[in-house]
DNA sequence: GCTAGACCCTGTAGTTACTACAAGGTCAAG
DNA sequence: CTTGACCTTGTAGTAACTACAGGGTCTAGC
């Protein structure tokens, strides 16, 4: 199949795909006499793998020792699980982080009047 | 008083001080004979909101927009509440997709064997 | 046969929010 | 008079793409 289709397949735009092969992390693909790339099942597969791990919010790095791990013929399980779990804490530090932002921007709020007056607690909060 | 003390004051490196001034979020520093940037307090004051403000989240462009609302002589506090309520529910949003990343990799997790192994089902799962 | 439109190619520049040099100028202390 | 800390500018690098610009290819309709 063309770029085309795949991308489609995918749901991934063709030029994503391109750059995932740029860069090194997508296989070559065969070209065809008139210099498009030509995809089989395989290449699908591979692209699903980089996605899934993206949207798993692995990085470009995280993914392709994924991928490294996954090209060898016995993927040790360890390994993987290795990553999985530092992934998992990134995840959780990063939520940890974000509850802390939400309170602190709450409890600036909550210095909002109702909002008809013209003088802001808020401003004055973040000036210091 | 120099970039340098502005920057051990505010914990914020001179680079980012530099490039602060330079996109237009710092007012431009008056400069000496010498050339060197000097600052006063009124500096130090936008630089504290701004880091404030990048701390908890706020994009460059969220902040140049409370910078904007903050330089009114009269800030309107109905435009700084509805910025508020805006980042409040970005943050909301990020932390539901990260909770919910979170599970999927915790169920990717459990399909670990004991790491003994060496067939990795987390990689068939991926490959889909 | 020809042209419109969909598809493909490469390569470069833009995005966000900085960070890290390189190559040089200034200044106070020893 | 030199050493070292500080300052200057400008450019290039980071992550992970996205968006062109300027072309080539192929198929369908007239």
Redesign the pocket.
Known sequence: ???????ADCD?????????E??G?LPQ?V???????SYDEMHRKWLQF?LRS?ALG??????RQLTDLAHQQRPACADVYELLDAHINDVQTKIRELKRMRLALSRLQAQCHDGTLHDCPVIDELMG
């Not at 070209?31 to 790339?37: D, F, H, V």
């Open positions: 199949m063309r770029i085309g289709q795949l991308s991934c735009p063709v030029e994503t795909i391109r750059y995932y740029k860069i992390l693909a070209r065809r006499a008139n210099g498009y790339r980089i993206r692995f990085s470009q790095d995280e993914v």
